[in-house]
């Protein structure tokens, strides 16, 4: 008996040693995963310029557009938003630079410091979404699978940032198989309540990196009952004329932002 | 039964092991339980567009901003109606028109303004403004010889290192909405004033002269002494912003500005200190505050003290709050001031807040709640409840947004504007 015992505490501690290793292996190739995924989105010789179309619906219908022109350094995490449309809103500036952003209103010329404010004109679209991708460094997977999602062959990682600075302390995303790009991300709150839906399904080869082409944001916290269905906030992001044009340091100044305001 | 519990043990220890292998994975899939709960986008990769290459257009879109328009001519006009009901004294029951107060005003305002960049190193701009109002000019025909010059101004850019705004123009300092002690540049927009920017050094680093008839002994010979001249720039450590003002006049002296902000929890937390010296001995201000929004919903507050014993000090000046213009900050001592703002009250396109201010000195106050709504294209409509408390003579009671200074009134507002 005993020794019928001791066989199967050996089994029991190979298995377990052999799932820590097999854990570590799967920790090394989430990194390495994560570490693609974020240098096939990330312009870190160039500046990235382009506009921004965001169109959002409210549950029940009503909707609004929003025009944008954004300027991108990732290798300084720095970005700088200039809305276009709609009239009301033009002028009005985003200027992030490292952890800080500040926002500019045109009408009382004055500029306010905060990274609390992270919803963009009141869309689902956060102020965190204009940064370069940063999963490597902001986030560790936490678990992985492989799953289909449409015609994607996908890797499922689930992450958990690795500091507070990020705008969600959870993150589940699809990752394609052969390209390494996110197809759908789910934001979650630290409790697990679900908070955000993006879908990517469209990217565009900007030079030698990708952008998405149209990406569908869901704010799974904005929903109503209309007709016995649920519906939720929803906005469409489309992504336009892309420029690699380099920009002069100036660009990514408070000076800049109210210079060109108007 | 005997040697049960050792039996199972090899199990338990297995069952243990590979729990604690797969712990971490367990921990993500609370997170969820459903990768599509209801969000519908999962059918969008059924048979999505293929990724494209995209050529890089090499659009520079500094050109939208800098000199595109060549220039742009717009306005506006706006006619206010206006309806007041109140009591210059809290209503009593048993003689309700006891001190019943009613108001009847309107106010026309147009605007024009031009916006030119013939270059990408050039830009001039202005707004100028015209106002009819029957109850101070007496009249009832627009008086076109008051017409305002909002602002006109020039800017130049140097090779995108350096800046220059000269005209007349305002300017903001400092980070309070209610109490403003920080702004030291708030009467700039008062008459000529030239910055000089340093956009990529430090944070920004600003220099700025002001002159106004106000600073000069004889108006009629001015000397450069007595214009007023300042600086101002930004410094970020982590997430701490740290900002430095200074600003000096031969007359009013010297003040200076220490500014922080940071973020904590998702709530910002700012203060202002300035220190001013006449000559005599310094006197202080402080102002701290937070802001903090849940989607539609915003909570803002803000204490000040304000050291010196004059009861209006000149550069703490009104406010421009979510509400309204209640006049604030003039107070010596301690004051307070909360503000609560929620946007699509219910699913609809309304709005509402309340704020409050305080004034710790003579226990004055002011609430004031208020509903905004735009039903039609080109029209909005306002309704404001102020209620005044404290003694006859308190600030706010003399300083609320009342011009009858009604205890407590409502107070309808109709606007119809249109810009072109």
Redesign the interface.
Known sequence: MRRKTLVASVIGLALGASMTLWAQASDSESASLLARVDKQVTFADTDFSAEYLIVKRDPGGAMSTTRAVIFRRDRDKEFLVLVLEPEIDKGKGYLKVGDNLWLYDPVGKSFTFTSAKERFENSSVRTSDFNGSDFSGDYRAVASRREQLGKFDCTVLDLEARNDSVSFPKQRIWVSSGDDLVRKVEDYSLSGQLMRTTAIPTYQRVGDRWVPLMMVIVDNLKSRVIGGRTEYERTTVTISKPSLKGLPDSVYTKDYLERVSQ | MR?GP??R???V??AA??A???M?????????TS????????????????????A???????A???SAPKT?VSGDLSGSFGLGLGWTQWPELADPRAGLATSVGFLGTTTASF?ARPDSSF?A?GTFSLTYDPRTSGSYVWDFSSIAISELYG?Y?LN??L?LRFGQ????WG?GRLFMPGNLVSDASSGFALRL?L??LL??L?FVALAQPSFFATASSPSWREIAVGATT?M?F??L?VGFGGRYQLYSGARGLLSL?T?LF???LFADGVASSNGADPTFQTMAGF???W??FKVYGEWYWNGSSSMASSWATST?SLLSSATAGGTPGQSLGLVFAL?HIL?TGVSGGLQWLHAFVDGSGIVVAGLSDSPWNHVTIKVAVPATYGASEGYYVQNGVDSKKRRIACLVVVTIES?F
């Open positions: 040697g050792f039996r043990a090899p199990l220890l297995v092991v590979l604690l292998g797969s971490r994975g367990l921990s993500a899939q609370d997170a969820s990768s599509d709960p209801g969000s519908g986008v999962d059918n969008l990769f059924s048979n999505p567009e293929g990724d494209t290459t995209t890089d257009s090499g659009a520079d879109y500094r939208t901003f800098e742009k916006d830009h701009a800017d850019n995108d290192s800046y123009f305002g300017m903001s980070q920017s956009p990529t944070s920004g600003s930004d970020v982590g997430g912003r902000k973020t998702g709530t910002d802001f903090r929004e989607g539609d421009d946007q699913g810009g």
